[in-house]
């Protein structure tokens, strides 16, 4: 009897070191990807934007960004349900016969349109490091506007960590920029066009992801099917702004105008990065989050000097060594959650936004 109880207790050992080795793994696979998807957008973006020839528009690439997000939501709900008849089922109730519903959710997807529009204006006149350090201030303003419209509670130590991040972005932004372009770089810059699309982009996001999570807070309905919402009326407010901004140019030259495998790299790293991100931070802690921000920065920033010929100068070092400080210190000193409501069908963490894509 004495061999048998330890033979299964060493087993239980083993089993608990095997699920233990596993969810570690799972852990690092989630920092690689986590870094990867927050510096290839950014490096390859900016790479389509600034090179010779043909450029695309970026008002159509938003348009089948929204797109292919929505169709691959309604896949996963397909997956899901399990068939045809209840995939439809969800959707005509969930969506279709609430039409109000609908209504509350174009705030965002309004909001996301014009954002995404945006990142274009700004990575296409900020190199990839700049951009990459600066656009943490949507940390700032997501903060912000939880505490003002969710009243969630932020540490001291986040409050000191969100003021390092505005030194450090505030001091990238005076280092000096060269007058002679480089040879690498095809289309006229303007740094300062793209710090102000840079800033009114992470207000845009912080908004819009503080209000994104309170309508999911009050509602039963899923993130994948609010995510459907959100791309068909993105599809259908970016059709609008892509007439009102190219709408000349696509009539005369099409929609798919300066396409190639690049930018439809560009687009697919849109769509699915941030659905592929929104899986993988459910194996993720803040912590982890925090130290693929860092690492994303450092490769952006080493990525940028080898094909942007990206020159470090002494301030952009000191705001970006802030900024890494800064997001690891607001990412570990969270405030400990409340324990869950058994009656509630979904708890969120606090200080945690719904995952949604660059």
């Not at 007439?243 to 790293?269: A, S």
Request: net charge positive; aromatic share 10%; hydrophobic share 45%.
């Amino acid at each position: 009897m004495q061999k048998q109880n330890s033979s299964s207790g060493s087993e239980t050992d083993g089993k608990g070191n095997v699920c233990s080795g596993l969810q570690s793994s799972v852990k690092y696979i989630s920092l690689v990807t986590l870094t990867l998807q927050n510096t290839c957008l950014i490096l390859v973006m900016r790479y389509v934007r600034t090179r010779a020839g043909d450029m695309f528009m970026s008002s159509t690439a938003v348009v089948i960004a929204e797109a292919l997000k929505c169709i691959s939501c309604l896949g996963i709900i397909l997956v899901q349900e399990g068939s045809l008849l209840r995939w439809g089922q969800r959707l005509n109730d969930d969506i279709i016969k609430q039409p109000l519903d609908c209504l509350k959710i174009s705030v965002p997807s309004i909001v996301y349109t014009l954002q995404n529009n945006l990142l274009y204006v700004a990575v296409s006149n900020l190199d990839a490091a700049t951009f990459q350090v600066t656009y943490q201030l949507k940390i700032l303003t997501t903060a912000l506007f939880s505490v003002f419209m969710l009243n969630k509670h932020l540490t001291k130590m986040q409050w000191g960590a969100l003021v390092v991040l505005f030194v450090g972005v505030s001091t990238v932004q005076l280092q000096p920029h060269s007058t002679k372009d480089s040879a690498k770089i095809a289309t006229e810059q303007n740094p300062f066009l793209g710090l102000i699309a840079v800033i009114v982009s992470c207000l845009m996001s912080g908004f819009a992801g503080v209000y994104f999570e309170k309508i999911l807070k009050g509602t039963s309905q899923s993130l994948w099917l609010r995510n459907v919402q959100l791309g068909f009326l993105g599809v259908v407010f970016g059709l609008i702004t892509m007439e009102m901004n190219d709408g000349t140019k696509v009539h005369q030259q099409g929609m798919f105008h300066g396409y190639d495998f690049m930018v439809w790299l560009v687009i697919f790293l849109q769509s699915f990065g941030g659905l592929l991100v929104a899986v993988v931070v459910k194996y993720a802690d803040n912590i982890l989050k925090g130290f693929a921000t860092s690492a994303a920065i450092v490769v952006s920033c080493i990525a940028s000097m080898y094909f942007f010929d990206f020159k470090l100068s002494w301030q952009f070092i000191a705001g970006a060594t802030l900024v890494i400080i800064s997001v690891y210190l607001y990412s570990k000193f969270v405030p400990t959650p409340p324990k869950p409501d058994s009656n509630k069908e979904q708890t969120w963490k606090s200080n945690e936004t719904p995952v949604r894509s660059v």
